[in-house]
């Protein structure tokens, strides 16, 4: 498994902030006034037991949660200081600066590795026909996969094993060029070899993208986040260095959290 990571220096300007988010679906309520800053250029993980509302939060980021005919919402959410929820702003094109990658791979099985990684671009009509090449060399780079799959660019994307459909799905992400990246347990689905190679990625790609990974597994928040986040029962309890939290955790309810005493 990849090394502990340790957490870095100082502190970075704000990419999103979230003011008071509060959601739910009808009646029912899935997040309490969250307020948090998630750092530029850094990898924030949510941790917290399962129906916390941590997938939840991320969804209403890209705005990915207003797809529920029932869900509601309230609060700000700033991306760069505008509210991704005003009237002016474009969903497809928020999704585009804000990609997401699912807790279960979920590649276009039929269609070509290529097709795979240029099927954002050709959704928002911006895949230019000589950039085409470029494009799918460097975003299966980036997923660390262009040297497993380059000689078999035409084979469908359901022939990959697990670990590699999700790299492939990090690449489709990461074609768009989007500015944050969004993280859904995408190595719950994964052995522990595959699981390695995603958070041996993740230090490669914080030094260019906002990254915010939810994730059950604590022990691998301390390996890949800079910043965690501890949610419990729709309220954030604490946000800290990852480091702080795991080994000084201010609210006793985190201490009893990651010493597994519930969850």
């Known amino acids: 498994m990849s090394p502990h990571r340790t957490s870095t220096p100082g502190r970075a300007r704000p990419k999103i902030v979230a003011d008071e988010v509060t959601a739910g679906f009808g009646d029912k309520t899935v997040l309490r006034a969250i307020s948090m800053e998630i750092e530029e250029n850094r990898v924030t993980a949510i941790i917290g037991p399962s129906g916390c509302g941590k997938s939840t939060f991320i969804r209403c980021i890209n705005r990915m949660h207003e797809q529920s005919p029932i869900a509601r919402i309230a609060g700000r959410v700033l991306l760069d200081g505008q509210d991704v929820y005003d009237r002016s702003v474009d969903p497809v094109l928020l999704r585009r600066r804000v990609g997401m990658v ?32 470029e494009v799918v060399e460097r975003s299966l780079g980036q997923a660390a996969l262009w040297d497993e799959v380059k000689d078999r660019l035409d084979d469908p994307g359901g022939s990959l094993s697990g670990g590699q459909q999700q790299r492939l799905c990090i690449a489709r992400a990461l074609a768009v060029e989007p500015e944050v990246l969004l993280m859904d347990e995408p190595c719950s689905a994964l052995d522990p070899i595959a699981t390695a190679r995603i958070e041996d990625l993740l230090h490669t790609l914080r030094d260019h993208y906002t990254i915010v990974i939810v994730t059950h597994n604590m022990q691998q928040a301390t390996r890949v986040s800079d910043r965690t986040a501890f949610f419990l029962g729709g309220d954030l309890v604490e946000l800290a260095a990852t480091d702080d939290l795991f080994t000084r955790p201010r609210d006793p309810r985190t201490e009893d959290y990651i010493t597994g005493k519930f969850g």
């Open 102 to 133: 699912f807790q279960k791979p979920n590649p276009f099985p039929t269609m070509s590795i290529r097709d795979n990684v240029l099927a954002g671009l050709r959704l928002t009509g911006t895949l230019r026909r000589k950039a085409a090449t």
